[in-house]
């Protein structure tokens, strides 16, 4: 099935404690996004890639990495996680440049950190 | 990206049609429009896209106006399973962030 996977689907962490929420496509996409949603702000982009090796910042990356090493996974990296970082997570993947066609998204993975 | 407005909600009865409409009077010449859908806190779903002609699918129908300054997505036969919170978005085709702006949308309620 095609499909976005990620994990985990709930963390709860401490202020500071390096975390990576995995995501990894099995659709062969080239573009590859992280996203954010609080109540109120709806869904931002943090990090976006269009390809391996290639990555750039959306609209809210301060204290978020990313790396694309291999097409399917686009690991989001927390170096030193706060609590304004508690929030739903979702990764994203699309094919081709076109922006024809719509994105796959992950279930998600809510983060708290306390 | 041009600005979309919606409604924040709606209500339909189950079995019935459900017509979603969405504003975007600044929309470009190149600037598809996007339908999404959250059911809950899901990961948002796509639903369907167009430029200028009518487009259906299995999920769904959208209709772009002539002048292309609005959009009515058709849920054909609403089911329970529909509720959710519906995006309209508009971007351009290749644009090289390949980021999706979701707005606030609206919310779709269908009732038994």
């Known amino acids: 099935e095609a499909q976005v996977t990620q994990n985990p689907r709930y963390l709860i962490t401490v202020t500071g404690k390096k975390l990576t929420v995995t995501c990894s496509q099995n659709?062969?996409?080239?573009?590859m996004s992280w996203y954010r949603q609080d109540p109120g702000l709806g869904l931002r982009q943090i990090y976006y890639s269009m390809n391996v090796e290639v990555t750039d910042k959306g609209d809210v990356p301060e204290g978020y990495k990313v790396s694309r090493k291999e097409k399917r996974n686009f690991p989001l990296i927390l170096e030193s996680p706060s609590p304004n970082q508690t929030s739903l997570y979702f990764c994203?993947?699309?094919?081709?440049?076109?922006?024809?066609?719509?994105?796959?998204f992950g279930s998600g993975t809510r983060l708290t950190v306390v | 990206d041009a600005k979309t407005t919606q409604p924040p909600s709606m209500d339909c009865a189950e079995g019935r049609a459900a017509n979603l409409p969405c504003n975007h009077s600044t929309i470009s010449g190149n600037e598809y429009v996007y339908w999404y859908r959250q059911i809950h806190s899901q990961g948002p779903q796509y639903i369907i896209h167009?430029?200028?002609n009518n487009e259906t699918n299995e999920m769904a129908s959208l209709i772009i106006t002539e002048d292309r300054k609005s959009s009515t997505l058709i849920l054909p036969h609403a089911t329970l399973r529909d509720t959710a919170v519906y995006y309209c978005i508009v971007r351009v085709a290749g644009s090289g962030s390949e980021k999706l702006v979701f707005g606030k949308g609206m919310k779709l309620t269908v009732n038994p």
């Open positions: 167009g430029l200028k």
């Open positions: 994203a993947s699309s094919y081709g440049r076109t922006g024809k066609n719509g994105y796959t």
């Open positions: 659709m062969n996409h080239e573009y």
